[in-house]
């Protein structure tokens, strides 16, 4: 809610409550004391994880995508594994691992949060936490009934090259595996021996 004449959510209407998002009509103060509406898309939030085979200063490791089909995009995308809480207060690192070994089938007992992304602040609160796995070990898949995935064992250079020539598009996944390049795996990207920052 807005506090006195600060911007900010005057009221609420909520149009449609659903598994996965619950869509309003919000009525709005704007920054110049302006008032209108706009639709909001409230979301509970997610988690996603690049998962890497071997350690992370190998050069050019391998990582696990995932080839998914996305009704809403049409057809089938390039993924890292991503998903939402289970329980309300379900931690994000639970949530990644979790997400890890249903999609994949492999778990790790190592993961390093990276950042978090707003996916698009236009119309949703939805907050990703990005993380990055490495030394895998098997575990035991478990999808949903609307999921529809290929995990495939690629070189992160080749993940990369998939970034840059417009086969990756998810927003999710093109975060993750820039800011692994730039800031944590040894990788392609750091074949000069510039430090990680």
Request: glycine letters at 10%.
């Amino acid at each position: 809610m807005s506090d006195a004449d600060g911007p900010g959510r005057l009221e609420r209407r909520p149009i449609y409550k659903g598994r996965i998002v619950d869509l309003s009509v919000d009525t709005v103060r704007f920054p110049d004391g302006s008032v209108g509406e706009l639709e909001f898309i409230a979301h509970a939030g997610a988690s996603c994880v690049l998962p890497v085979v071997g350690g992370l200063d190998d050069d050019d490791p391998d990582v696990l995508l995932l080839r998914q089909y996305r009704y809403a995009a049409g057809g089938v995308m390039w993924e890292v594994p991503a998903g939402m809480p289970d329980r309300v207060g379900e931690p994000w690192e639970e949530v990644a691992r979790r997400e890890l070994e249903e999609e994949t089938g492999w778990r790790s007992d190592h993961l390093r949060p990276l950042t978090r992304i707003h996916t698009t602040p236009g119309f949703t609160d939805e907050l990703i936490r990005l993380w990055v796995a490495w030394d895998l070990e098997e575990g035991a898949s478990n999808l949903d009934d609307d999921e529809f995935v290929e995990v495939v064992r690629m070189p992160f250079s080749r993940a990369l090259d998939m970034v840059r020539d417009g086969t990756i598009t998810d927003c999710k996944s093109i975060a993750t595996l820039l800011y692994a390049a730039c800031f944590v795996l040894k990788g392609p990207a750091r074949r000069d021996g510039s430090p990680r920052p």
